[in-house]
């Protein structure tokens, strides 16, 4: 036979039981939505993603003002234009319940994830002053194009992927994962697809030059390097 719960009548600040049912009776009860820890991550997101979005838009008018011409292009569909659908799809469409199994409430994981946001917003910022006009949202090869082996592109061969991806992973951990796991998969399949096009263009346009760079630098995670013996 069902078993019938009972709710005691000052239970809940005198919200009614149908009002225990919805969404904030199934919010964990640590999750931090006050204090400071919270503004601290709330500030270090808007502050992370913001600053992204502000170089990426100022970068690419500058770019179409002052960068070299294209030489060569792929034909492929930009991955952004699928992402950007994908994601619309995954916030409006898949209901809130359906990550609840997989959100976790743990403060730990709010603080390593600002620690991850900070740190690879600023990697990423790094790789793409360091590439300049040579930067663009298409894979594509430009007139005196110059293969970048230096400063982050040492570190890795697509360093701005690194870092896009880190600040996806910190955001995710910041928001107790949830549907950010599934933003953050595909963003990993998104950077392959384009990772994938930009390494066969610059294959073609460097040759061994390149070949040479890919044996000595890893293509996203960065080696642990050794100290001098």
């Known amino acids: ?29 640590g999750t931090p939505h006050t204090g400071l820890l919270h503004w601290l991550a709330a500030g270090t997101v ?26 060569e292009r792929t034909a492929i569909v930009s991955p952004w234009l699928i992402g950007t659908a994908a ?6 469409f898949v209901p ?8 976790v409430d743990a403060r730990w994981l709010v603080v390593a994830g600002t620690a991850l946001l900070a740190v690879c917003t600023t990697f990423t910022l790094w790789a793409r002053a360091a590439l300049g006009t040579m930067w663009t ?30 600040m996806l992973a910190g ?16 963003g990993v399949l998104l950077v392959g697809l384009k990772i994938r096009a930009e390494e066969e263009l610059l294959e073609r346009a460097f040759g061994a030059a390149h070949n040479q760079y890919r044996q000595r630098v890893p293509l996203l995670i960065p080696r642990l390097r050794a100290g001098p013996k």
């Open 46 to 71: 808007l502050a992370c993603w913001g600053l992204f979005a502000v170089v990426w838009l100022v970068g690419a008018i500058y770019n179409s003002r002052r960068a070299p011409s294209v030489r």
């Open 1 to 29: 036979m069902p078993i019938r719960r009972s709710i005691p009548a000052g239970f809940g600040g005198g919200l009614r039981p149908s009002d225990l049912a919805g969404a904030a009776w199934m919010q964990p009860v």
């Open 96 to 103: 809130a319940r359906l990550w609840r199994p997989i959100t």
């Open 87 to 92: 994601v619309l799809v995954l916030t409006l």
């Open 171 to 186: 955001t995710a951990l910041i928001d107790g994962l949830g549907r950010w796991v599934a933003f953050f998969v595909l």
């Open 137 to 166: 949202s298409a894979a594509v090869v430009k007139d005196k194009h110059v293969l970048r082996t230096d400063g982050p592109y040492g570190i890795t061969r697509h360093p701005i992927y690194t870092g896009l991806l880190g």
